[in-house]
């Protein structure tokens, strides 16, 4: 079996200077789809379900289909990751159901809009690190609040997102923060506020340094060099997928998502982590609504989930290639959780603080 802990994942592309998209599972369709793209590029994967999968798919298929997947594909490393995990119960049963990784996003309260106190998300934050390490598991905290700097506002995802409007204050991690947050809760990775939002709808009109604020990352990075950070609602939303939708039937308004040099500008100051769910949404309902309009009589499921699989095989490739996961999975041996908790006993993985970016080179 070839289950990787994210802390182990993220240390290897930390190392080696690359990054790992994460990308959002539902269904078989969407797990083959990703594995036969890291096969063809011997890329290590994570794989990531939000709790609106978990409840959609089922936490029991959804475990039989990572135990499947990892059957399937031995040689590599698959990181089964909790996405935007809203309490410690939510993260206690996913590592209960084979995930080795989990998001405690204590940005927000446990009911999943409302903005929480710097305190609290410390609090249960370090709560879920104590009880994940124990079992070897690793932990993504978020510090900031995820949304957008042209308009204020978040984009649900799943019906996980702050509702009503935020000021920049809320919007953007603060770094000095970020470095009292890490040292306080010791999360293996950390998710920042810095413009990107979930959905299709990020920006509307190609992102500058107004919107989308990369020198955020650059300076926490600066004072947490050895910490791997993780950008959210990272989609590229590319314009190709948008016409195939259009051009189908679909009415997506104009939209701009994150441009993939700026996701490879990240990478250089310390981003490891890339979420991405709607570039692979969109990719399967393009490819749908192709077969639905060129053959209405069509109704065999497999006549349109084929070609949908195909479409998000295709955008999942492109980001192994351009984040450079590409060529590593052959050469990383996963360690099995109960090696990664005496690791975590013994202080070997503890957050390295007050180290700042020059002293480190
Ligand atoms: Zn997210």
């Given at each position: 079996m070839?289950?990787?802990?994210?802390?182990?994942?993220l240390?290897?592309?930390a190392?080696?200077?690359?990054?790992?998209?994460?990308?959002n599972?539902?269904?078989?369709?969407q797990?083959?789809?990703?594995?036969?793209a890291?096969?063809?590029?011997?890329?290590?994967?994570?794989?990531?379900?939000?709790?609106?999968?978990?409840?959609?798919a089922?936490?029991?298929?959804?475990?039989?289909?990572?135990?499947?997947?990892?059957?399937?594909?031995p040689?590599?490393?698959?990181?089964?990751?909790?996405?935007?995990?809203?309490?410690?119960?939510?993260?206690?049963?996913?590592?209960?159901?084979?995930f080795t990784?989990?998001?405690?996003d204590?940005?927000?309260?446990?009911?999943g809009?409302?903005p929480?106190?710097y305190?609290?998300n410390?609090?249960?934050t370090?709560?879920?690190?104590?009880?994940?390490?124990?079992?070897?598991?690793?932990?993504?905290?978020?510090?900031?609040v995820?949304?957008?700097?042209?308009?204020?506002?978040?984009?649900?995802?799943?019906?996980?997102?702050?509702e009503?409007?935020?000021g920049?204050?809320?919007?953007?991690?603060?770094?000095?923060?970020a470095?009292?947050?890490?040292?306080?809760?010791?999360?293996?990775?950390?998710?920042?506020a810095?413009?990107?939002?979930?959905?299709?709808?990020?920006?509307?009109?190609?992102?500058?340094?107004?919107?989308?604020?990369?020198?955020?990352?650059?300076?926490?990075?600066?004072?947490?060099?050895?910490?791997?950070l993780?950008?959210?609602?990272s989609?590229?939303?590319?314009?190709?997928l948008?016409?195939?939708?259009?051009?189908?039937?679909?009415q997506m308004?104009?939209?701009w998502?994150?441009?993939v040099?700026?996701?490879?500008?990240g990478?250089k100051?310390?981003?490891?982590?890339?979420?991405i769910?709607?570039?692979?949404?969109?990719?399967?309902t393009?490819a749908?609504?192709?077969?639905?309009?060129?053959?209405?009589?069509?109704?065999d499921?497999?006549?349109?989930?084929?070609?949908?699989?195909?479409?998000?095989?295709?955008?999942?490739?492109?980001?192994?290639?351009?984040?450079?996961?590409?060529?590593?999975?052959?050469?990383?041996?996963?360690?099995?959780?109960s090696?990664m908790?005496r690791?975590?006993a013994?202080g070997?993985l503890?957050?390295?603080i007050?180290i700042?970016?020059q002293?480190a080179?």
């Amino acid at each position: 079996m070839a289950r990787i802990t994210l802390r182990q994942l993220l240390d290897h592309a930390a190392e080696h200077s690359y990054g790992v998209p994460a990308f959002n599972i539902n269904n078989m369709e969407q797990g083959l789809a990703i594995l036969e793209a890291a096969d063809a590029v011997d890329a290590p994967v994570i794989i990531q379900a939000s709790r609106g999968a978990r409840a959609y798919a089922n936490d029991i298929v959804l475990k039989g289909l990572i135990d499947s997947l990892c059957e399937m594909y031995p040689h590599i490393p698959i990181c089964m990751h909790q996405d935007h995990g809203n309490n410690e119960a939510t993260c206690a049963t996913a590592i209960q159901h084979g995930f080795t990784s989990v998001m405690m996003d204590g940005s927000l309260e446990a009911d999943g809009k409302t903005p929480a106190p710097y305190d609290y998300n410390v609090r249960v934050t370090k709560a879920v690190v104590d009880m994940a390490h124990w079992v070897g598991a690793s932990v993504e905290g978020e510090l900031g609040v995820l949304g957008s700097l042209e308009t204020g506002m978040g984009e649900k995802e799943d019906g996980h997102g702050f509702e009503g409007k935020l000021g920049h204050d809320q919007l953007l991690t603060d770094p000095g923060q970020a470095v009292d947050f890490v040292k306080a809760t010791q999360v293996d990775a950390l998710a920042i506020a810095m413009g990107t939002s979930h959905g299709a709808y990020k920006f509307t009109r190609r992102p500058d340094g107004d919107v989308l604020a990369m020198h955020v990352i650059e300076e926490i990075h600066q004072r947490l060099p050895n910490t791997h950070l993780v950008m959210h609602g990272s989609s590229s939303v590319p314009q190709d997928l948008q016409d195939v939708i259009n051009r189908h039937g679909g009415q997506m308004p104009q939209t701009w998502g994150v441009p993939v040099e700026e996701i490879q500008r990240g990478i250089k100051h310390g981003v490891r982590k890339i979420n991405i769910d709607t570039d692979n949404r969109m990719a399967m309902t393009g490819a749908i609504r192709k077969v639905f309009a060129e053959n209405p009589g069509e109704f065999d499921p497999r006549k349109y989930l084929k070609p949908a699989m195909d479409a998000m095989r295709t955008v999942c490739r492109q980001r192994f290639e351009e984040f450079g996961t590409a060529g590593w999975a052959g050469k990383i041996t996963p360690i099995p959780l109960s090696a990664m908790a005496r690791r975590y006993a013994s202080g070997e993985l503890a957050a390295k603080i007050g180290i700042t970016r020059q002293a480190a080179e």
